[in-house]
């Protein structure tokens, strides 16, 4: 379930701590996308609850411009886009802090790592399609990428012993 004041503010939060001339729509879908999903297998559950969806240039969260439109309604955020190395780059300006209350230490510790990840560690084509994995790929464009499938994002080899392992579950369960 989505907790939409969580999000909005994490969305400011991220756009706070993310230098702006490296945050645009790419890197912010991004940071998200891999905090919610390491929240998701360290906790359980991810930071937001938001749904995920495969797009062009990977996985972006279903709600994202609702959120930045309630943002920039209730004045806490600018959206622009600019001219950038003759692209449009969309750029996020925050016109009050983030209200950090609704978060812990360690949540806002994990964003803080992805965010340094995703904005100084890549560039938006890069961070792409590093999101251009297993899970993304099988999924059809538009359709909902969930949280748990991180734990099917690396195809394994199966093994001997897998087999084996699968022949006797199943003989245990006829018998039965």
């Not at 230490?105 to 904005?119: A, K, N, R």
Request: glycine share 8%.
């Amino acid at each position: 379930m989505v907790n939409r004041d969580k999000y909005k503010e994490l969305v400011l939060y991220i756009c706070e701590k993310c230098d702006s001339v490296k945050l645009g729509a790419i890197k912010l879908n991004k940071v998200l996308w891999f905090s919610d999903l390491l929240a998701y297998v360290k906790w359980g559950e991810p930071i937001t609850g938001e749904r995920y969806v495969k797009r062009q240039f990977g996985p972006a969260p279903y709600g994202i411009l609702s959120v930045l439109e309630e943002l920039q309604g209730e004045g806490a955020l600018t959206v622009k886009s600019l001219d950038f190395y003759g692209y449009q780059k969309t750029h996020y300006i925050p016109e009050r802090s983030a209200d950090l209350s609704q978060f812990t230490v360690d949540e806002l510790s994990l964003v803080d790592g992805m965010i340094g990840f995703v904005c100084d560690s890549n560039t938006a084509l890069s961070i792409s399609e590093l999101t251009h994995d297993h899970i993304w790929e099988i999924a059809e464009n538009g359709e909902e990428i969930p949280h748990y499938a991180v734990f099917a994002s690396v195809p394994g080899e199966i093994t001997e012993a897998d087999i084996d392992w699968g022949r006797e579950a199943y003989r245990q369960a006829r018998a039965a």
